[in-house]
């Protein structure tokens, strides 16, 4: 069998807790690797400041062999903070409005691709197979082919990709596309997304959808493209989940929380994950249903992210005094209605919250997958399970049909949702939850990788 080859620019190496950090992509390939092995190559998370890199730093833990590299420090400002974080993540979430150009960050993202493909080079063998992840890597597989390497390349987008008209506003589109035709298989989080791929194509007159759909052509190459929706270790997680009602963190919890119904968010900082419009549907449902007032329990864990990126920072500060402008208006002596965290919770005690929480409220204003949402699914209860709410703009919401969707700019809609969930009967939430487990446990994420793995490995 051909070896593994995971490139990534964020990695997940175990610590001695076996701790994760926070981030759906660095949670879900580490379960995959686990399960194949292979080797993982990324960025260390370190600066070299202005030395240039030195050679790759190997490290094995079980099945898997980690490669990592440092950047320097411009390369960490132009290609991860300016082009990767200031261009195409607002772009692909539909954020015309905070994407900043610059030619010097362009730059900075096709040398830092050129940096890896050279690091990546001296490892490959004739036929391992290359899997590329997310956008911060679109011209991987460019760079390699340059160099000669004819292995099969695939690439999974793990963020949205936008209509035309949103990606277009973006001055190198054309070079992005032009990037991603170098694979031999495109796979996007959903339909929508891959829908909206070709129909870029299209509509700039410089491709087409092929065989059926499952093939695009352009750029003078022909690749395969499809819609894999990533997933989650679904058994591994609800058994995380009843042995976390043991855990001390979760104990302290359930007991401060007694005689309340918990509801609980949980989201990187980020602009795209709508936590000041979830706030306000929180105080819009404590204003209209004064019989929950004191009996209900917001708790909002966010940890930071990406703080070097103007907008992020000015959203810890948003987010901050949201919370306590909303305490100080709703709340009473004995009642602190929202409780916010800014700290990264380990994923085995957020099981344990999740499963106390009568509500998961995940409400993105886009979002290529979201996690949060099937791990809080897996967590709960099958005799009591509590209720999903979930944003029509999370690739989850392609899935979870069982959950009550929501549109997260609509506040008193989410507010009425908070309120039907809280109210919702035993048998209609165990219904909705067993129609998600169901999937969730035949497309976990073992399902996604193997589906993903043989569609590139066929030709
Ligand atoms: O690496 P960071 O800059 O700290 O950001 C964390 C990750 O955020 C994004 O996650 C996405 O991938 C998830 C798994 O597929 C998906 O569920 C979620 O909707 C996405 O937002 C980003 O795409 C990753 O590259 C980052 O590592
Ligand atoms: O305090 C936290 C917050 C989040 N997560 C994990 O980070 C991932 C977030 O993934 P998701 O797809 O929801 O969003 P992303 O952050 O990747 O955009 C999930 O596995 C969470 O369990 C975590 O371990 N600790």
Known sequence: ??????????????????????????????????????????????????????????????????????????????????????????????????????????????????FFAQKLA??????????????HLIPLAAELRQMGFKNKIGFFLHIPWPPADVLFTMPVHEQIMRGLSQYDLVGFQTDFDLDNFGGGLVREGIGERIDGGKKFSTFGRTFKGG????????????????????????????????????????????????????????????????????????????????????????????????????????????WVPIRY?????????????????KIGLVTPLRDGMNLVAKEYVAAQDPEDPGVLVLSRFAGAARELRGALLVNPYDIEGTAHAIARGLSMPLDERKQRWQMMMDHLLTYDINRWCDDFLKDLIED
Not at 264 to 284: C, N, P
Request: charged letters at 25%.
């Open 341 to 357: 965290i800014n700290r990264s919770v380990p994923r085995p005690v957020l099981a344990g919250l999740y499963r106390l929480a």
């Open 122 to 135: 001296p490892l490959l063998k004739e036929d391992d197979i290359i899997w590329v992840h997310d956008y």
């Open 227 to 334: 819609a894999y929706s990533i997933s989650i270790e679904t058994e591994i997680f609800s058994k995380f989940a009843i042995k976390a009602e043991k855990n001390a963190m979760v104990r302290k919890a359930r007991q401060s929380v007694e005689g309340k119904d918990l509801i609980i968010g949980v989201d990187r900082l980020d602009y795209s994950k709508g936590i000041t419009q979830r706030i306000d549907a929180f105080e819009q449902f404590v204003a209209t249903n004064p019989d929950h007032h004191n009996k209900v329990t917001y708790l909002q864990i966010t940890p930071k992210s990406r703080s070097e990126v103007p907008e992020y920072e000015q959203m810890q500060r948003m987010v901050a005094e949201q919370a306590g402008r909303v305490n100080g208006a709703i709340g009473t002596v004995d």
């Open 1 to 114: 069998m051909s070896r593994l080859v995971v490139v990534s620019n964020r990695v997940t190496v175990p610590d001695k807790t076996g701790a994760a950090p926070a981030g759906g992509l660095a949670v879900a390939l580490q379960a995959a690797l686990e399960e194949r092995g292979g080797i993982w190559m990324g960025w260390s998370g370190n600066s070299s400041g202005n030395e240039e890199p030195g050679p790759l730093e190997m490290q094995e833990h079980g099945a898997i062999t980690y490669a990592l590299t440092d950047l320097t420090d411009t390369d960490v400002e132009e290609y991860y903070h300016g082009f990767a974080n200031r261009v195409l993540w607002p772009i692909c979430h539909y954020r015309m409005d905070l994407a900043e150009y610059g030619r010097k960050e362009m730059a900075g993202y096709f040398r830092v691709n050129r």
